[in-house]
């Protein structure tokens, strides 16, 4: 058995307008013996699964053209192929959607090869967590939302749809609190 679970070579579809993370990555799967398909944009991702027909998929959520919509493109036009959804921007809610999407796993960056691979098998790695908790998820969430409102609590509590004072609570936790 490969490590992260994979029991045979997989033919694998990258999709990442990073090419330096791609570049990295495909080393990292090729060298445990899958083969690997890069694409940097959504018309790309499209072109390559039909050309190359892979049995997995690994989705930019943040790319040219967009990551969600290539994993629903993918579960519409081609269900047997397994898409996992890594992004460096996490939030509760692109993950309800991706998973809704199609994709099977969605993971936030930095992620082991590892725990990549596992995602697709539902079995993660003994010493790693797949998503971060979801005191860390929606504290992040909190953050953005009130950066975007450039500090105003009661503005991003009006977008987050919750009392002022609750948001206020929350921030004074912290981080994972």
Same mark, same amino acid.
Not at 6 to 21: G, H, N, P, Q
Not at 128 to 140: D, F, N
């Given at each position: ?8 070579? @997989? ?7 990073? %090419? ?5 990555? &495909?080393? *990292? ?5 899958? +083969?690997?398909?890069?694409?940097? &944009?959504? +018309? @790309?991702?499209?072109? +390559? ?12 959520? $943040? ?16 269900? @047997? ?15 309800? #959607?991706?998973? %809704? ?7 936030? %960056?930095?992620?082991?090869?590892? =725990? ?7 079995? *993660?790695?003994? =010493?790693?967590?797949? *998503?971060?908790?979801? =005191?860390?998820? =929606? ?10 409102? #450039?500090?105003?609590? &009661? ?5 987050? %749809? ?10 004074? $936790?912290?981080?994972?609190?």
């Amino acid at each position: 058995m490969n490590p992260g679970g994979a029991c045979t070579t @997989e033919r694998i579809l990258l999709v990442d307008d990073d %090419k330096s993370f791609c570049q990295a990555l &495909s080393s *990292a799967l090729r060298r445990r013996g899958h +083969e690997v398909i890069v694409a940097h &944009s959504l +018309e @790309e991702g499209l072109a +390559e699964t039909v050309a190359w027909q892979p049995s997995r998929a690994i989705v930019d959520l $943040r790319m040219p053209g967009g990551g969600l919509q290539l994993v629903q493109e993918l579960a519409k036009n081609h269900p @047997e192929i397994l898409s996992v959804v890594l992004t460096g921007y996490g939030s509760i809610s692109t993950a309800v #959607e991706a998973v %809704k999407m199609g994709a099977v796993q969605y993971l936030t %960056k930095p992620v082991s090869v590892d =725990e990549l691979l596992a995602a697709f098998t539902g079995v *993660a790695p003994q =010493e790693a967590t797949l *998503a971060p908790p979801i =005191e860390v998820v =929606e504290w992040e969430h909190l953050q953005r939302v009130l950066a975007d409102c #450039e500090g105003n609590i &009661s503005e991003a509590a009006r977008r987050l %749809k919750m009392h002022r004072r609750t948001l206020q609570r929350k921030l004074a $936790r912290g981080r994972g609190g």
